[in-house]
Structures are given as C-alpha cells and as structure tokens.
C-alpha cells in the first residue's frame, strides 16, 4: 500500500517571496511522484512528475520539485511566488508497474498575499 | 480534441434519488479512470477501466455505485439511493497504457449535492 502526506494544509506567502510545499511518501516497491494544481471548482492539471533519472525535476508556471529516496520526500518549490499561484496543490504516488492509478495527499492550500 | 469532458458539471438532488454522471475521455486514451474528491480531501480512487474492461474497483465504491464503458469510450457512474454522504465532486481522468508518460488527465469534475 502507498500513502502521501502533506503536512500542511494551508500556507500563506507574500507574493514574489519563495515557497515550499512538503511531501512525504510510503511505499514498499518503487514508485512514481506527481504534483498536480487545483484551481477554484476546476480539475486537476498537471505541474511536474518524476518518474526516473534526474532527482530535480522542473514543471510549469517556474515549479520544480527534488526528489529526496533517502527521505521518501518530494517537495514543490517556487523562488517567486504570483497572485495567479493560488490554488489547491496534491502530490500524489503511483507504482512504476501497471496502471496509472494515483493516491493522493489531503493537499496544501497556497494563498498568495499582496 | 480539447480534453476530457464530464457531465453534468453540477447535479443537486434529493436523498434517495439516483444520479448518472458521464465521462468522454481524450479520444485515442484507453484508460479510464474515477475519483470522488470530498471537500477539504485529495482525490480517492473508485474505479478505472481498460478499453470497457473494469480492471480495478475499490472498496469505496459500494452496491449503489455502479461504472460502465460499453464501447470502450465515454463512461458513466450511476449512484443509486444517493445518500448525503455521496455529496462530492467526482473526477474523471484518461490516459494511454503504452508509452512512459503515465500522466493522468483530469476533467473538471461533476459536484454532487444530495440535499
């Protein structure tokens, strides 16, 4: 079974200041990592994924995220942050065999302030 | 093709009643998949399909859930005896078994409210 955890629910940030979003993961086989956006009663989009190679992995909007097996983390940064960031942000885990079924975190609440 | 598609977007209804809700994936995408996301949570997994096998359920998904892919392209999850607790938004995504991309693409959800 696999498990993400996103310990904080809800992080405010001056806008242009930098951010973190922390991830921690379980699992017992080997597994692919994502970051995925919600906006406001929207779906969820895609902002970066690690599946192999590189540990530091860059996506959309000037987010990356390093992956950390030592630490079974994954966490999503930004050295500057803009109103427009503000949304719902999920990691999520899946296994590297099989389907593309995901479990996801409980999410982190990023709110910009002017 | 502009991405997955659900409908309807938002359904209210009265205890008891049941609702449908469809999913068209992106076209040339074999799989499909279901989540129900509940306020203030991350998406929980129901149910995904192959083509129109259904290859995995999970144990949320009761007797009055029930998911179909007959042809292999559109979906649809009816909830039958909808209770308050069935009040969530329910998120379907697609993608392609073959390739290394194992990216999933979400629709923009169906709310429910069972009022």
């Known amino acids: 079974a696999q498990s993400v955890t996103q310990l904080d629910s809800q992080v405010p940030v001056f806008e242009e200041a930098p951010v973190e979003l922390r991830c921690n993961y379980s699992?017992?086989?080997?597994?692919?990592l994502f970051w995925y956006v919600q906006y406001p009663n929207q779906g969820l989009q895609l902002l970066l994924k690690y599946l192999s190679g590189s540990t530091l992995v860059k996506g959309i909007n000037g987010f990356e995220a390093e992956f950390n097996k030592s630490q079974t983390s994954f966490h999503l940064r930004k050295p500057s942050v803009h109103i427009s960031d503000t949304a719902e942000y999920f990691c999520?885990?899946?296994?590297?065999?099989?389907?593309?079924?995901?479990?996801f975190g409980t999410g982190t609440r990023l709110t910009i302030i002017p | 093709d502009t991405g997955v598609s659900q409908d309807p977007r938002h359904k209210i209804t009265k205890r008891g009643q049941n609702v449908t809700f469809r999913c068209d994936p992106i076209s040339e995408h074999n799989r499909l998949y279901w989540y129900r996301q509940t306020l203030g949570q991350g998406p929980e997994f129901l149910t995904y399909f192959q083509n129109e096998a259904q290859l995995e359920k999970s144990r949320l998904l009761s007797d009055r859930f029930s998911a179909e892919r007959p042809k292999g392209s559109f979906s649809t999850l009816e909830i039958q005896r909808t209770e308050q607790g069935d009040s969530a938004m329910y998120l379907c995504?697609?993608?392609?078994?073959?390739?290394?991309?194992?990216?999933?693409?979400f629709g923009e959800g169906s709310r429910l409210t069972v009022l």
């Open positions: 999520a885990v899946s296994n590297n065999f099989g389907n593309e079924k995901l479990t």
């Open positions: 995504a697609s993608s392609l078994s073959e390739g290394t991309h194992r990216e999933l693409f």
């Open positions: 699992s017992s086989v080997s597994v692919y």
